[in-house]
C-alpha cells in the first residue's frame, strides 16, 4: 500500500513540475509578444503540440495534432529533439500563437511549416548554434539547420 501511495505521490509531483514548466513557458512566449498578444500571463494553452525524437531518422512522427480555430488560439509546442535525421513539424492554424519551449537538432534538418499568419515565439530568449544554421535562432542546433517555412502568404495578397 506504501508503494502504491508513493507511486502516485511520485505522479502527481512530476505532472505538478510539468505544469509550471509549461506555463513559465507560455508565459515568456507571450512576454515576448508584448502587446500584440490577446493572451495574459498566466494564461494556459489551449492545445499541446508534442513532437517527437528522432534519433538515425528513426522515431516516431509525434503527437502533432493542430487544425484551424476561429478565433486566437495560445498552442505550446513541447520540445522537439531530432538527431541525425529529418524532422518536419507542420502548423496548421492561421490563428495560433505557437510557444515553443525549444527545439534541439543535432547534425540533422528540423524544419516547421507554419501559416503565414501564425505567430511564433520561443521561450528561450536566444538560441544556439554551433557549426549549424538556425534561421530561426529560437532552438539548439549542432552541425544541423532549423528551418520556419511560411505558407500560404500568397493568399493574403
Excluded at 503540440?49 to 495534432?65: C, H, L
Excluded at 498552442?75 to 500563437?97: D, F, H, T
Excluded at 527545439?103 to 501564425?118: F, H, L, S, T, W
Aim: proline content about 4%.
Amino acid at each position: 500500500m506504501k508503494t502504491v501511495r508513493l507511486v502516485i505521490a511520485l505522479a502527481i509531483a512530476s505532472t505538478s513540475a510539468l505544469a509550471a514548466q509549461d506555463q513559465a513557458a507560455l508565459d515568456g512566449c507571450i512576454s515576448s509578444w508584448g502587446k500584440s498578444s490577446p493572451f495574459k500571463k498566466g494564461t494556459s494553452a489551449n492545445s499541446v503540440i508534442a513532437p517527437s525524437v528522432k534519433v538515425f531518422g528513426v522515431g516516431g512522427s509525434g503527437n502533432v495534432n493542430d487544425h484551424p480555430t476561429d478565433k486566437a488560439a495560445l498552442v505550446l509546442v513541447r520540445p522537439a529533439v531530432n538527431v541525425m535525421g529529418k524532422s518536419r513539424i507542420r502548423l496548421e492554424n492561421p490563428k495560433g500563437w505557437y510557444c515553443f519551449r525549444s527545439n534541439v537538432n543535432v547534425a540533422g534538418r528540423m524544419e516547421i511549416d507554419a501559416p503565414c499568419n501564425a505567430h511564433i515565439a520561443s521561450a528561450k530568449e536566444d538560441g544556439t548554434a554551433v557549426g549549424a544554421v538556425d534561421e530561426t535562432n529560437k532552438g539548439v542546433s549542432v552541425f544541423g539547420a532549423l528551418r520556419i517555412t511560411r505558407y500560404g502568404c500568397d493568399a493574403r495578397k
